[in-house]
C-alpha cells in the first residue's frame, strides 16, 4: 500500500506561483508513475502532469504545458508540481496519483491523495 499527501494548496492572484508536494509513505515510489490530476467546480477529474519511475519522461496535459512543471525527488519519496502563471481556471482540488503501469490512464492509477485545493484569483 501507498499512501499519498498533498500540501501546498492555497489561495494565489493570476499570475502568481504554487509548488504542490505529494509526500509518500508507505512503499517506495521509484517503481511507480506518478501523476498530478485536478478537479473542478463541476467538472470530472481531469489529467495534469506524470513523470515516469526513471524521470526520463514526462507528460503534461496541453492547458498547463509550458507553465506547470513536474518532478520527482525518490530518496525524498516525493513528487512535486510547480506552477507558474496561474490563471483562475485552474481552480481546482490538485490530487497526486501512483501507479504500477508505465504509461496508464486515469483509470490505471491505484493509489491517489485526498487532494489539495488551488483557488486562483482574478
Known amino acids: 500500500q501507498v499512501q499519498l499527501a498533498e500540501s501546498g494548496g492555497g489561495l494565489v492572484q493570476a499570475g502568481g506561483s504554487l509548488r504542490l508536494s505529494c509526500a509518500a509513505s508507505?512503499?517506495?515510489?521509484?517503481?511507480?508513475?506518478m501523476g498530478w490530476f485536478r478537479r473542478a467546480p463541476g467538472k470530472e477529474r481531469e489529467f495534469v502532469a506524470a513523470?515516469?519511475?526513471?524521470?526520463?519522461?514526462?507528460y503534461y496535459a496541453d492547458s498547463v504545458k509550458g507553465r506547470f512543471a513536474i518532478s520527482r525527488d525518490n530518496l525524498k519519496n516525493t513528487v512535486y508540481l510547480q506552477m507558474n502563471s496561474l490563471k483562475p481556471e485552474d481552480t481546482a482540488v490538485y490530487y497526486c496519483?501512483?501507479?504500477?503501469?508505465?504509461?496508464?490512464?486515469?483509470?490505471?492509477?491505484?493509489?491517489w491523495g485526498q487532494g489539495t485545493q488551488v483557488t486562483v484569483s482574478s
Open positions: 508507505g512503499r517506495p515510489i521509484s517503481s511507480y508513475t
Open positions: 496519483a501512483a501507479s504500477y503501469n508505465m504509461m496508464p490512464t486515469i483509470n490505471q492509477y491505484d493509489y
Open positions: 513523470v515516469s519511475w526513471s524521470r526520463t519522461s514526462t
